[in-house]
């Protein structure tokens, strides 16, 4: 029966895989963006030249 | 364009109402993973078994059917979202609708990435084979070489603006391959079925299956969820691609003031 249904497993494992993979990829390059703009606007205020 | 000079005051207000819109993205989050479970419920446990498959093998991976054509479903709709927002973009030029445009086409490319490989493993316990040059599965990779195109041309021009204005015609252009990729399975000699198809001949086709009313049901379940799942990633990726394009201003904005 597990034979028969290695297939069924393999299709479902794809699926939740590549979600995963895509929300991983939305998480963490959010929080880098987040980072860098906090990086940013620090520096633009230590900076009286720049405002 | 925003990344060359500061930030318009309409994309500024666009930026805002998504840091605002906070709860509204969580909610959104919670509301479609409670419906994916869902759905994986219904495809796996609630679905009756397809009463025409005899072997276990092909009637277990006939369970893949459910999510394997919400996922095309989604494919097809993120596709066809992205042709509609580029020509807004062409029409108006506002930078809003090319943001949309490259979410849409992300999404929808990991979908369809699912959509072929899940249909691969479907095909090998249906048709003993892992992968067979079929007209619907030569025009579904067509498809997605089409739409991996579209991202190596936005990485491929440097003007925001150009790069904008090219990816919305390609994209017009790239959505053709849409009805004639849902079309292939009814204007051609394929094995694929054509299961929701009216005077469908999805028994005819090699693991075919009818639609009772229960695997309508699931289906439709199915598609539902995924349409709120497209609707909850095209929220978080217009976030990100605006916070992106954010830092872009940002570092415009002190390498101008410093030169």
């Not at chain 2, 409670?34 to 759905?39: D, G, P, R």
């Not at chain 2, 996922?71 to 807004?88: D, E, R």
Request: glycine share 4%; net charge neutral.
């Amino acid at each position: 029966m597990m034979g028969d249904m290695i297939y069924l497993a393999a299709g479902y494992v794809v699926f939740w895989l590549v979600s995963f993979v895509f929300i991983y990829s939305l998480v963490s390059r959010q929080r880098s963006l987040q980072k860098e703009v906090k990086m940013l606007e620090q520096l633009v205020q230590d900076e009286p030249e720049l405002k | 364009m925003a990344t060359k000079a500061a930030l318009s005051q309409q994309e500024q207000q666009e930026i805002d109402v998504t840091r605002a819109g906070f709860n509204w993205g969580l909610g959104l989050t919670i509301a479609s993973g409670l419906l994916m479970l869902a759905a994986l419920y219904m495809a796996l446990v609630w679905a009756p078994d397809a009463a025409n498959l005899q072997a276990p093998a092909e009637r277990y991976a006939q369970r893949i059917f459910y999510f394997h054509v919400s996922s095309a479903w989604l494919g097809f709709l993120a596709f066809i979202v992205a042709a509609m927002v580029s020509l807004l973009y062409l029409i108006t030029r506002r930078e809003k609708w090319d943001v949309w445009s490259l979410a849409s086409v992300e999404i929808g490319l990991a979908f369809f990435t699912m959509v072929i490989i899940s249909g691969s493993i479907w095909a090998k316990p249906t048709w003993n084979v892992w992968w067979t040059w079929d007209p619907r599965l030569t025009i579904s990779t067509i498809c997605w070489l089409l739409y991996i195109g579209y991202l190596m041309l936005r990485g491929a021009v440097d003007n925001p603006e150009k790069q904008a204005r090219f990816a919305a015609v390609y994209a017009l252009i790239a959505a053709i391959s849409v009805p004639i990729n849902w079309m292939a399975i009814r204007w051609w000699r394929t094995i694929h079925p054509a299961v929701i198809a009216p005077g469908n001949n999805a028994e005819e086709a090699m693991g075919g299956f009818g639609l009772s009313a229960n695997i309508e049901t699931a289906l439709y379940f199915c598609l539902f969820a995924f349409t709120v799942f497209y609707i909850m990633l095209m929220y978080h990726r217009i976030k990100l691609e605006y916070l992106r394009r954010q830092v872009e201003t940002l570092k415009q904005q002190i390498i101008y003031r410093q030169s």
